[in-house]
DNA sequence: TTGTAGGCGTTATCAC
DNA sequence: GTGATAACGCCTACAA
């Protein structure tokens, strides 16, 4: 694979390389003919500027890396879309990594972006656990970072994030309004703060409604379809069945409802089912499920865009943005009676 | 952000440049001790080579570019994780960009990674048309590339695909073979060659099973669950109801089915559906769906492989790896009767 | 307005 | 074994 470089042209047309880099970079006096000579013969031998020696020279890559917890995944697969979208205007290139759930993956991801020399990471961590000390201490040392999802609100860097607890309360309030007595909620795990801060919401709704504390119910279950089905055979097998379910993402509640029909139960009229996360299924399963629909390209619009802030103005002092969510009421949730 | 260099090291222990450099490259001549000594110095002051520099001091990056249509799809997200694991082992970095279905973004995210400097390329192309000329030329000048899926047989370059006219054929047939008697295929664009080969194994089938040409139809409806929808509600409004649908990918297969329960028809034992590249959701959805496998995981790793294959034995000359499916038989397309 | 030369952080080819 | 030194392709003072 050769490549043209600014010498060949340099020689080629007789000129200096200096100037056929400055016809390049509009800063510099130039005679706009030798300008125009020099952009044309580029353009006839297929030159094209070598972003590896512009990096090197420059300091700066106009690489922005982003770390998410996996691919397959609309939540993080439309955050991933936005952020680009705004990258790319701005003539960021975007280096997406997954790290398949793995913490230690994910450490080893944005060393490597870190070290090919990202202008700046937007890091989706996968916990909020031990690598955020890493991350501090590389903005410590000037490194723009902006944290989304599944951060601690209280963490002193900038970061997108959604409010989960205000949202889950939303959540079961609604299907508390709906007549359902007993509804457990199927949650992440519990070392994740999303999964936390919706145990919050769910808690505090059952307190304000003054359920009894027998008619509630904090189980946590997982975040795939799988977990969902097989919590829901054994809840049935134990007889320790609620008349609601409120679980930790679509999946989840799939999974339930799968198997719920599996038992012949009815949904909602027997049993409601509420999601989080919509996704593009939920319209799609009969019943259509209920879910809370979060606005995930805004969220990585904003992330994005916090970003650039940073890197532009070169001021890393922590902003955080919360965003809210909709109930997207559908049928699994809606009791005719 | 500040970064360590060799220098810094070199400084520091009184030795020159040179020796730290071989010091991370075995294949120098250099004391064990110093070795030691400059390694052991390096990691205390938070050294890492600078990948930067060494691409523009090697001409090569060890980078490798992935186009593909979406991420928003089980299909591409599974083949490019796939990509990833294999490529990580050898020391690639993959650079993952999505093109949002538009061919001309496709190109311009192509020529981003070339001018990247990028060692080689996976593209899984939107469409099979006009880009092609480019990209062929790019291989002439010696850049590796490897196709994927939307690719058509004939085409004179590597590239990994899916056998989409036996296995739309097997799909089709076995519907028949299960009583159907008046099959629609709804098919996705017709300037897709995917979608071309699984008409011709579609009629194929047809032809076989000497069904007679009023009881079967290929209906160009497109690859989104609300084009299936739509379909389904117009085939329905004009009374030009088949028996069984046959569908382009599960998402319309999804919108097919939620139609049709909508509509009170019976699944399977009315109206028999058949998906193609099998999604998570579908054993999620009441009935389950049925639908053909494809090998995504394995079509990415032969890839990736046949991609470091052309990279590192300098050799492009073309290999095709064709893959089969499964059919994963489930209720929607299994009659009682 | 243009050319010269040094630097970005490496690797690699020489000498010593 | 080790140290200069010239690449790699580009940018950018500074000089002309």
Same mark, same amino acid.
């Given at each position: 694979? #050769?490549?043209?470089?600014?010498?060949?042209?340099a020689?080629?047309?007789?000129?200096?390389?200096?100037?056929?880099?400055?016809? *390049?970079?509009?800063?510099?006096d130039?005679?706009?003919?030798?300008?125009?000579?020099?952009?044309?013969?580029?353009?006839?031998?297929?030159y094209?500027?070598?972003?590896?020696?512009?990096?090197l020279?420059?300091q700066?890559?106009f690489?922005?890396?982003?770390?998410?917890p996996?691919?397959?995944?609309?939540?993080?697969?439309?955050?991933?879309?936005?952020?680009?979208?705004?990258?790319?205007?701005?003539n960021?290139?975007?280096?997406v990594?997954?790290?398949?759930?793995s913490?230690?993956?994910?450490?080893k991801n944005?060393?490597?972006?870190i070290?090919?020399?990202?202008?700046?990471?937007?890091?989706?961590?996968?916990l909020?656990?031990?690598?955020?000390?890493?991350y501090?201490?590389?903005?410590?040392?000037?490194?723009?970072?902006? *944290?989304?999802?599944?951060?601690?609100?209280?963490?002193?860097a900038?970061?997108?994030?959604?409010?989960?607890?205000?949202?889950?309360y939303?959540?079961?309030?609604?299907?508390?309004?709906?007549?359902?007595?007993?509804?457990?909620?199927?949650?992440?795990?519990?070392?994740?703060?999303?999964?936390?801060e919706?145990?919050?919401? *769910?808690? #505090?709704?059952?307190?304000?409604n003054?359920?009894?504390?027998?008619?509630?119910?904090v189980?946590?279950?997982?975040?795939?379809a799988?977990?969902?089905?097989h919590?829901t055979?054994?809840?049935?097998?134990?007889?320790?069945?609620?008349?609601?379910? *409120?679980?930790?993402?679509?999946?989840?509640?799939?999974?339930?409802?799968k198997?719920?029909?599996?038992?012949?139960?009815?949904?909602?009229e027997?049993?409601g089912v509420?999601?989080?996360?919509?996704?593009?299924?939920?319209?799609?399963?009969?019943p259509?499920?209920?879910?809370?629909?979060q606005?995930?390209?805004?969220?990585g619009?904003?992330?994005?865009?916090?970003?650039l802030?940073?890197?532009e103005?070169e001021d890393?002092s922590?902003?955080?943005?919360?965003?809210?969510?909709?109930?997207?009421?559908?049928?699994?949730?809606?009791?005719?009676?």
């Amino acid at each position: 694979m #050769k490549h043209v470089t600014i010498k060949h042209i340099a020689k080629e047309l007789n000129v200096s390389i200096s100037t056929v880099s400055r016809a *390049f970079n509009d800063k510099y006096d130039i005679r706009p003919e030798t300008r125009e000579l020099i952009l044309r013969t580029a353009e006839k031998m297929g030159y094209y500027p070598n972003p590896i020696a512009k990096k090197l020279s420059q300091q700066k890559t106009f690489n922005i890396g982003v770390v998410v917890p996996e691919f397959i995944n609309e939540f993080y697969a439309e955050i991933i879309v936005a952020i680009q979208e705004v990258l790319i205007t701005q003539n960021y290139q975007v280096l997406v990594m997954q790290c398949d759930n793995s913490a230690d993956i994910e450490l080893k991801n944005v060393k490597t972006l870190i070290h090919s020399m990202v202008d700046g990471l937007i890091i989706a961590p996968t916990l909020d656990g031990g690598n955020m000390n890493y991350y501090l201490k590389q903005i410590e040392n000037e490194c723009p970072i902006v *944290f989304v999802n599944r951060v601690k609100e209280q963490l002193n860097a900038s970061k997108v994030i959604f409010d989960n607890k205000k949202w889950s309360y939303f959540a079961t309030d609604h299907l508390i309004r709906q007549g359902y007595k007993k509804i457990y909620h199927l949650s992440a795990y519990k070392d994740l703060s999303v999964a936390k801060e919706r145990v919050e919401g *769910f808690l #505090k709704a059952m307190k304000n409604n003054q359920v009894p504390e027998e008619n509630y119910k904090v189980i946590e279950t997982g975040l795939l379809a799988k977990e969902g089905m097989h919590i829901t055979e054994d809840l049935i097998y134990r007889q320790d069945m609620p008349d609601a379910f *409120f679980c930790a993402n679509d999946p989840v509640a799939m999974g339930v409802m799968k198997t719920l029909k599996d038992h012949n139960y009815r949904i909602p009229e027997d049993i409601g089912v509420m999601g989080f996360t919509n996704t593009q299924m939920a319209e799609l399963v009969t019943p259509q499920l209920c879910s809370v629909k979060q606005p995930t390209y805004d969220m990585g619009k904003a992330a994005a865009e916090l970003l650039l802030d940073q890197i532009e103005k070169e001021d890393l002092s922590p902003v955080t943005k919360v965003f809210n969510g909709k109930l997207m009421i559908r049928n699994t949730s809606v009791r005719n009676a």
